[in-house]
């Protein structure tokens, strides 16, 4: 059960959205940061399941969750070199993600961010000597920050359900060869310090364990998994760990 409430209000003429979701309510695994982790295949110690309910404990106290989207007309524009517009907004998002995204009506831009209390204890833990506390609590810190947004896709989905309009996978700045620089103008969407995040001047989010990224929504749009056959990134997280959102 997906505890969620939302609040709305109106940015740029359209339909903004504030998610309120709960860590308590967050259902993450041991299992789930073992697959995170580069030795996953190899028996795992004892000692780290310990450091890893010792980091869940303060879940509670560490991470502060904020997440919401900005609804946009979505268009898929062939005169514009096959763009993807959202709102009066061109994205240079590549073929993959305009394949999946052509066929919307509306666009959900969405930022999601855990805070930066984790980042801050994993920066103190590897500076006073702790690497392995460190590291943990920075997987831990990554797999929450998942979990979280695919509450907030989950949430999203359900809403447009009640409409009869279905929704697609989430694709973010920096994978599926949507350049990272397109950042800005994705926050351009989006209200000044929206959920706490802000960018860097190298279009970094701070805080770090942020997601942004839009959905697309319409009648004759389909969820469909990440077309990772078809992507030049080697290293991308959605790769490598297999990640895919549940209950849509």
């Known amino acids: 059960m997906i505890d969620v409430a939302a609040a709305s209000r109106i940015y740029n003429s359209e339909p903004t959205f504030d998610v309120k979701i709960d860590v308590d309510n967050i259902r993450i695994s041991i299992e789930d940061i073992r697959s995170r982790m580069s030795n996953a295949s190899q028996p795992f110690d004892t000692y780290f399941d310990n450091i890893i309910n010792y980091i869940f404990s303060h879940l509670s106290e560490k991470c502060h969750i904020q997440a919401g989207y900005v609804i946009y007309p979505g268009h898929f524009d062939q005169k514009a070199t096959k763009k993807f517009r959202a709102g009066s907004t061109y994205f240079n998002m590549g073929k993959i993600i305009t394949s999946q995204l052509k066929k919307s009506e509306q666009t959900a831009v969405f930022a999601c961010t855990i805070g930066s209390d984790m980042e801050n204890w994993s920066r103190q833990a590897l500076e006073g000597g702790e690497a392995v506390l460190g590291y943990l609590i920075d997987t831990v810190a990554s797999a929450v920050t998942e979990k979280a947004v695919d509450y907030l896709h989950h949430y999203i989905s359900t809403e447009m359900a009640k409409m009869n309009l279905n929704v697609t996978n989430r694709y ?44 697309g929504i319409g009648p004759e749009v389909k969820y469909e998994e990440y077309l990772c056959d078809r992507c030049n990134m080697k290293d991308c997280t959605y790769r490598v760990k297999h990640i895919k959102v549940t209950n849509l």
């Open 172 to 215: 973010s700045p920096g994978y599926c060869d949507w350049p990272v620089s397109d950042q800005p103008l994705l926050f351009s969407l989006l209200p000044e310090n929206f959920c706490g995040i802000n960018l860097s001047a190298s279009a970094l989010m701070c805080p770090i364990k942020s997601v942004s990224g839009v959905i």
